[in-house]
């Protein structure tokens, strides 16, 4: 089992100061999300985990940063650590900045970019943004076929439903060929079946056990129904608690690879709470 560490909702300084203890205690990876804009009424259900002491798990004032300029400081901060979106919310960026970006974070960070993939769960989100929300699961989708073109491609074209590129360029080149693994989000049908066709891995967020035993067993069979059943599928979990040894047991018997973890409440914490839990989880013993 990996370990992953959530830099959500530290901090700017802070962010820095944890992705930098995270690699020197032996975590693989560091996931920071996305989100553009936050309204005030939000009427969309958050769909992972409920709030506590009955605060909303999401609200209009959570600190969010643009996750590939705070993620490519955090490259230069670091040499070994992996890092992820958690996740890029693709229908609100058009395909060709975003190409851009994700190439720049690979290339800069030598190979260390995990891009992190969903459609988005806040209605009132593309509603300010005045991006057309039932179509968002389509234009996901066509923007990451013009993206693969444009990385790939010496001579990219494209020309689709809702993008039409005539013969362009986009260079240099990601570093990770043919892109950046691809990890999607989310839990719905429609999801699962986009990990499994186009999918380099999956991230599941606020799910019980048993939740995620199954959805790691219905993404295998998923997988092998497209073609793919003999190619790797990275299956992360992020948890808001730490995972105890039969939960880890469980996790590694239903085939996920790393779990994501926040072992703090308070960002003045994260630290020795990272490495309290590199203690139970990392540097246990045999």
């Known amino acids: ?161 809702f993008y039409d590129l005539p013969p362009a360029g986009l260079e240099p080149k990601p570093l990770t060929r043919p892109h950046p693994p691809f990890i999607f989000g989310g839990m719905s049908r429609a999801a699962l079946r986009r990990t499994a066709q186009l999918g380099d891995g999956w991230l599941g967020v606020g799910l019980e056990m048993a939740e995620t035993v199954a959805i790691a067993d219905q993404l295998r069979k998923l997988r092998s129904d497209h073609g793919r059943g003999d190619e790797p599928l990275e299956l992360t979990v992020s948890m808001s608690g730490l995972p105890n040894d039969g939960d880890v047991r469980r996790l590694e018997e239903a085939g996920i690879h790393r779990v994501v973890v926040r072992p703090w409440s308070r960002g003045r914490d994260a630290v020795a709470g990272i490495e309290s839990a590199a203690t139970a989880l990392i540097d246990k013993p045999a």
């Open 1 to 161: 089992m990996r370990y992953g560490v959530s830099l959500f909702p530290l901090r700017a300084t802070q962010i820095v100061e944890v992705a930098v203890a995270a690699e020197e205690l032996g975590y693989d990876s560091v996931w920071l999300g996305e989100h553009v804009i936050a309204p005030q009424a939000i009427a969309s259900a958050y769909p992972y985990h409920p709030g506590t002491d009955g605060e909303p798990a999401f609200h209009a004032k959570l600190p969010f940063y643009d996750p590939y300029a705070a993620l490519g400081f955090v490259a230069a901060k670091t040499q070994r650590l992996l890092l992820a979106i958690s996740v890029s919310i693709v229908p609100l960026h058009d395909p060709y900045h975003l190409a851009r970006s994700v190439a720049t974070m690979d290339l800069f960070s030598e190979g260390r970019f995990l891009f992190g993939i969903g459609a988005g769960w806040l209605k009132e989100e593309f509603d300010l943004l005045g991006r057309e929300w039932s179509d968002r699961g389509r234009r996901l989708e066509e923007s990451l076929e013009v993206m693969v073109r444009l990385w790939n491609d010496s001579d990219p074209e494209f020309h689709g439903c």
